[in-house]
Every structure is written in structure tokens, then in C-alpha cells.
């Protein structure tokens, strides 16, 4: 019987570690070297430049796992744009949040009238099914928007 290798045969640490340290990384949006320190504060040395390789090794596999768990999103959701600074010029950043607090999308633009606010409603809807409420701040473009979109 021909034995098989594991997909992490041959490295210096054992598969418990990589995948630990890769699914920090990706899950919680934690840097290579906040990654470094708490694997070092459970007794495991081990460079932020080694994390990187795992994860760019590793990381297409955790990432199409994390995707097929992840929760459906809500019924409800919950639009709203905010000022940001980038480079010195204003920009609006869009988010788009379900009634469980998770976060469908975001965009960043430069304009806030109904074909920002139409782009927006577009961007989030390729990704996620039809909400059946949908709740927004005053702004006067998300209802012009909603009324263009089918």
C-alpha cells in the first residue's frame, strides 16, 4: 500500500502550527508579526517571513474553507457611507452591514449622489442575495438608487 504525503510534509514545524498560524492570519486580519508574537508567546519561535511564505503557500486552501462556513447573510440590512481621508483628498467609504453585525461590503468613492449610491447597491448585490429590508440614514440618493434598481 502506497503511503501518501501530507500537504505539509517536510517542513520544520508540525501541521498543527502552520494551519494555526495561517488561520490567524486570515481570520482575524492579523499582521505577520502580530502572528509572530503570539506564536511566540505560546514557546514557538518562528519568523514573520516563514508566516508569509505559509500563508502564501497554505492560504488558497484555508480561504475557500472560511468560505464555505461562513453564515448566510441576513434579511436585514444596514447602509451607510462615512468621510475618509485619502492622500490628502475626501473619499466616501460605503459599507454595507447584516442584522448579525457582519460586514457584506465596502467601496470607497469619491461622490455621494444616486449613481454613487447605484454603483454601491450594484457592488453589493452581485455578491449577496436580495435583502428583504433594507435600511439607510436620510441620504436622498439611497432611495432614488433603490428605485433604479430591479
Known amino acids: 500500500m502506497k503511503k501518501t504525503k501530507?500537504?505539509?510534509?517536510?517542513?520544520?514545524?508540525?501541521a498543527v502550527v502552520i494551519s494555526c498560524a495561517v488561520r490567524w492570519y486570515f481570520r482575524f486580519c492579523l499582521?505577520?508579526?502580530?502572528?509572530?508574537?503570539?506564536?511566540?508567546?505560546?514557546?514557538?519561535?518562528?519568523?514573520?517571513?516563514?508566516?508569509?511564505?505559509?500563508?502564501?503557500?497554505?492560504?488558497?486552501?484555508?480561504?475557500?474553507c472560511a468560505k464555505a462556513v461562513r453564515r448566510k447573510p441576513g434579511s436585514t440590512w444596514h447602509?451607510?457611507?462615512?468621510?475618509?481621508?485619502?492622500?490628502?483628498?475626501?473619499?466616501l467609504l460605503w459599507r454595507a452591514?447584516?442584522?448579525?453585525?457582519?460586514?457584506?461590503?465596502?467601496l470607497v468613492q469619491k461622490r455621494r449622489d444616486k449613481a454613487a449610491a447605484k454603483r454601491f447597491f450594484?457592488?453589493?448585490?452581485?455578491?449577496n442575495p436580495v435583502p428583504r429590508r433594507i435600511v439607510t440614514d436620510q441620504l436622498r440618493s439611497y432611495p432614488a438608487a433603490k428605485a433604479d434598481i430591479p
Open 79 to 91: 447602509l451607510d457611507e462615512m468621510f475618509v481621508t485619502l492622500r490628502g483628498e475626501p473619499h
Open 97 to 106: 452591514v447584516d442584522e448579525h453585525g457582519a460586514e457584506l461590503d465596502v
Open 6 to 14: 501530507t500537504l505539509y510534509h517536510g517542513r520544520r514545524f508540525p
Open 122 to 127: 450594484l457592488w453589493v448585490l452581485r455578491s
Open 31 to 64: 499582521s505577520l508579526r502580530d502572528v509572530e508574537e503570539l506564536l511566540l508567546e505560546r514557546g514557538i519561535v518562528v519568523t514573520y517571513e516563514t508566516i508569509r511564505c505559509w500563508c502564501e503557500k497554505f492560504g488558497a486552501r484555508f480561504a475557500r
